[in-house]
Each structure stands twice: as C-alpha cells, then as structure tokens.
C-alpha cells in the first residue's frame, strides 16, 4: 500500500503567490518523520523541510512552512512569496521510528509563472 | 569538494557491460543509500549501509551490487543490465538511520542501459 499520497501531479502558481503542496501519509507508527525534498531539472534532491511526528509547533524554513495536521494524517508545504527558481519537482517523504527506510511520494510538479 | 558527490553523472553502458557508480559523501555521516528514481515512479530505496554494514537490502536484482569499504564512500556495480534499468541513481547519507536525521542527496547518475 502506497505510504505517502501526494495527489497533484503538477500546479501552477503566479509569482509572488503562495502556494500549497498536498501530502498525506499512512502510518500506524507513534514516532515518525516528515521531509519535504526539492528536485531541480539538474537532479539533485534538496532538503527543504522536516517535521517530527511529536512536535506542536509546524516547522517553518524561511518561505516554506510545513502545515502539519496529525489527526488527518497530512503533511503539506506551503510556500509562500514564489519565485521563478521554485519550479522543481516537489517529494513528500516519511520516515518511521528507528526504520532505515524512508519512503517518497511520486512528486508534484510546480511551475512558477512570471 | 562539500556534501555528497556522485560520478559519474552521465553513464551509458551496454547489457553486457560492467561499470560501477561511486559515492562520495563529506558530511562525517555514518549513513549512506542508494535510490533508484525512474520515469513515472516513485523514488524507489535499493540498499542502506550504516556503520559500513548493510542493513537493507529491498529486494534488489542481483546485478546490482552495492559496496561500502569505508563511511564515506558507496559504490554500487553494475553487470548485465537491462534496458528497463535506465534511471536517475541517487545516493544519499545521514548522521544516523533514525527518523529524525535527514538524508543529503548527491545530484545523481543519470544511466541509460541500451
């Protein structure tokens, strides 16, 4: 079963806007992790943001912010003030516990418009 | 040379070829992955080393062939691929394989198997 559900392939968003990537995650674990990862055309992936399953406060990043919804099992990216250099493909991930596996959603892609 | 490097970035090998993908990581991690990340698929983890052991393998075919002769380095040997492993081969480290330590990515090889 797929653990990590990012369900919008791609969005658009005008620049200067905020904008807010979708995640959701299952998990029947107490303590796990949440990282949000930024993929340029050249391939790297870039740690943007993490969020521990037992903390109160929503991780924030500078322009992202991580809008953490424990009940609903969500874990979304907002990111606010877009820039140009935003458009990248977006990954959603978890980690469990103690567990050496972190598994990623399939992305979204986010296009930025001048 | 900072962060975790991969080479080579681009690799284009027959069926019947051998070739091997180095990582490289200067971060002090004791952690280190190897992702393969193809087309329309999420990022899919294949082996996690930690301390220089292996402590994962996800059911990897065994034409891959990971090594890890110290902390900072990660090999992974290739021998009579199949086209359908054509992919972006990301590795990864972290400072320990709990939940809560983000992984660091290199910028990946891009192998195209023919």
């Known amino acids: 079963a797929q653990k990590i559900t990012q369900t919008q392939p791609g969005m658009f968003v005008q620049e200067k806007e905020a904008v807010t990537l979708d995640c959701t995650y299952d998990?029947?674990?107490?303590?796990?992790?949440l990282f949000w990862y930024k993929q340029p055309s050249s391939g790297e992936m870039i740690f943007l943001i993490y969020?521990?399953?037992?903390?109160?406060q929503n991780a924030t990043e500078g322009r992202y912010s991580l809008n953490f919804q424990k009940a609903r099992k969500s874990a979304n990216l907002v990111i606010s003030a877009s820039q140009l250099g935003d458009s990248a493909m977006y990954f959603c991930?978890?980690?469990?516990?103690?567990?050496?596996?972190?598994?990623f959603g399939a992305g979204t892609r986010l296009t930025v418009k001048p | 040379e900072t962060g975790v490097t991969q080479t080579p970035r681009h690799l284009v090998m027959g069926m019947t070829n051998k070739k091997s993908l180095k990582c490289e990581q200067h971060?002090?991690?004791?952690?280190m992955y190897w992702y393969k990340q193809s087309a329309k698929k999420p990022l899919e983890l294949m082996f996690v080393?930690?301390?220089?052991?292996?402590?994962e393998n996800n059911s990897v075919p065994s034409r891959f062939s990971p090594e890890c002769p110290n902390s900072s380095h990660l090999f992974l040997h290739l021998h009579t691929l199949q086209p359908e492993d054509s992919a972006l081969y990301l590795c990864?480290?972290?400072?320990?394989?709990?939940?809560?330590?983000?992984?660091?990515f290199g910028p990946g090889t891009r192998l195209t198997v023919l």
């Open positions: 969020q521990g399953s037992y903390d109160e």
């Open positions: 080393y930690s301390l220089e052991e292996r402590v």
């Open positions: 990864a480290s972290s400072s320990g394989t709990s939940g809560y330590n983000e992984q660091f």
């Open positions: 971060l002090g991690h004791n952690a």
């Open positions: 991930a978890m980690r469990e516990g103690p567990n050496n596996d972190m598994r």
């Open positions: 998990t029947s674990d107490q303590s796990y992790g």
